[in-house]
């Protein structure tokens, strides 16, 4: 539209300097512009009518894997001789083979497909819209228009999954599971000895315990197992997260929460996570394959977060986890955590901390040093002592170097069963 409001003035300041010159030659020349110009208008495209579907091979995905974007536009209008077309990607998506970009001639009642291929690190990617403009032969004549083509693509963190995450919480569920819930009835481990009840297998009779006695019989009882409340909390405070150029310390955490929300939903338990950074993503707790996705696409929104009001884990309210549960915390830790972690562990929640080893983690981006060797040590004996603080207030803590895949560096640790007081 630009151009033939130009070539109009262009064409009106001619035809007015030969009429006021009296100079034919300058309305001569006027008269190829005006008939270029009044053909492009003639020949420009009426109101656009296209349709445009997109589709993506796959709308959940993890980082670095390439997915492919199908764009088909048909024209229910008339004749466009140029049509651009360009897909308004997200950011932080890479294109890696062919062009969100096109330009194409596109006759009435006919389509147009084609394809590229993005890849992208975690995260959450709307696709919103596409625009279009339409240009006659001449380029004279321009429509644009953006056209509303809605698709999402979640890209999930990678994970290697936990084969067993063994926990102790004081209270368990009602339904059946893997945790044992410090009632006597039907299970694996020993619990107790009961006189004999009418229905109780030959098999569970004490024969031992039963020969001391001449009138009754007496059973063995085996504790039950259960399923139980986990609550995952997941630390997203950029004062307890480290970064260097494009690592960071956090994407690791969110890669442990994964693993682990996948191990306790498998294993029948209800699982809750929160997001802990500048604000509180609480999502709710339930179960199953509906849960896994819920905690999935709050893990793909995970974002690092800077804010004065949720700078300490003083807002970890006990009121979002059921009592006496169990919280798994995944953080590097600070100093100020100390006490919040306390006060959840005397309300009588069993509190497990798994730590991104921090000073691993920097150690390895810096040069070798005596000031960089001293500055380790004197910050590896600062969170050995915080360390030990929270073990001795019965909060486990397991200490995990990220350069070591979980599973191989802490999966063992978890399966094993700790004496919970």
């Given at each position: 539209?630009?151009?033939?409001i130009?070539?109009?003035a ?16 300058f ?13 492009g ?6 109101e656009?009518?296209l349709?445009?579907e997109?589709?993506l ?7 670095d894997?390439?997915?492919?974007v ?9 004749d466009?001789?140029?049509?651009f ?8 998506l890479?294109?890696?083979i062919?062009?969100p ?7 009435k009642g006919?389509?147009?497909?084609f394809?590229?291929?993005?890849t992208?690190?975690?995260g ?15 380029g004279?004549?321009?429509h644009?228009q ?9 890209i ?13 919480p ?13 009632v ?9 000895v ?13 024969w031992?315990?039963s ?5 009754n019989l ?12 986990v ?6 405070r950029t004062?307890?997260?480290?970064l260097?150029?494009?690592?960071s310390i ?11 929300s ?15 950074g ?5 999502t709710?707790?339930g179960y199953?394959?509906i849960?896994r ?9 995970a ?9 300490g884990?003083?807002?970890l309210?006990p009121?979002?986890f059921?009592p006496?549960s ?10 100020d955590?100390?006490?919040v972690?306390?006060?959840l562990?005397?309300r009588?929640?069993q509190v497990?901390?798994i730590?991104p080893?921090?000073v691993?983690?920097e ?6 040093s005596?000031?960089?060797n ?17 073990e001795?207030a019965g909060i ?21 069963q700790?004496?919970?007081?």
């Amino acid at each position: 539209m630009y151009r033939s409001i130009l070539l109009a003035a262009f064409v009106y300041g001619l035809l007015l300097t030969g009429l006021i010159a009296l100079r034919g030659e300058f309305i001569a020349l006027a008269i190829p512009f005006m008939l270029y110009l009044l053909y492009g208008f003639w020949s420009a495209p009426e109101e656009m009518d296209l349709r445009i579907e997109r589709s993506l091979s796959n709308d959940r995905t993890t980082p670095d894997s390439e997915i492919v974007v199908t764009i088909t536009v048909t024209n229910h209008g008339s004749d466009i001789e140029e049509l651009f077309l360009n897909d308004n990607i997200p950011p932080n998506l890479t294109v890696r083979i062919g062009s969100p970009r096109h330009l194409f001639r596109l006759p009435k009642g006919s389509s147009h497909t084609f394809t590229y291929t993005v890849t992208g690190p975690r995260g959450s990617y709307p696709f919103e819209t596409i625009s279009v403009a339409a240009v006659d032969l001449f380029g004279v004549n321009r429509h644009e228009q953006f056209i509303r083509a809605k698709d999402r693509l979640f890209i999930f963190p990678e994970f290697r999954r936990l084969k067993h995450v063994s926990i102790r919480p004081r209270r368990t569920r009602v339904y059946a599971g893997s945790i044992p819930a410090r009632v006597g009835g039907s299970g694996t481990e020993f619990f107790g000895v009961r006189e004999y009840q009418f229905g109780d297998s030959p098999r569970t009779i004490n024969w031992r315990v039963s020969a001391r006695h001449d009138e009754n019989l007496y059973s063995n009882e085996y504790q039950q197992e259960r399923v139980a409340d986990v609550g995952l909390v997941l630390d997203a405070r950029t004062r307890a997260n480290l970064l260097h150029h494009n690592q960071s310390i956090f994407e690791s955490s969110v890669t442990a929460i994964a693993a682990l929300s996948d191990a306790f939903l498998n294993q029948g338990n209800r699982v809750g996570l929160l997001v802990y950074g500048n604000y509180l993503g609480w999502t709710l707790p339930g179960y199953g394959k509906i849960q896994r996705e819920r905690i999935m696409q709050a893990l793909a929104h995970a974002e690092i977060g800077v804010s004065s009001v949720f700078a300490g884990l003083e807002h970890l309210s006990p009121r979002m986890f059921p009592p006496e549960s169990q919280i798994v915390l995944v953080s590097s830790l600070v100093n100020d955590d100390l006490n919040v972690l306390v006060q959840l562990r005397g309300r009588g929640y069993q509190v497990l901390v798994i730590s991104p080893d921090p000073v691993k983690f920097e150690l390895g981006f810096l040069p070798p040093s005596s000031q960089v060797n001293l500055a380790a040590r004197v910050i590896r004996m600062e969170r050995d002592l915080l360390i030990h603080r929270l073990e001795r207030a019965g909060i486990h803590v397991i200490e995990w170097d990220v350069s070591i895949p979980l599973d191989q560096a802490v999966g063992p640790v978890l399966m094993r069963q700790r004496r919970v007081l």
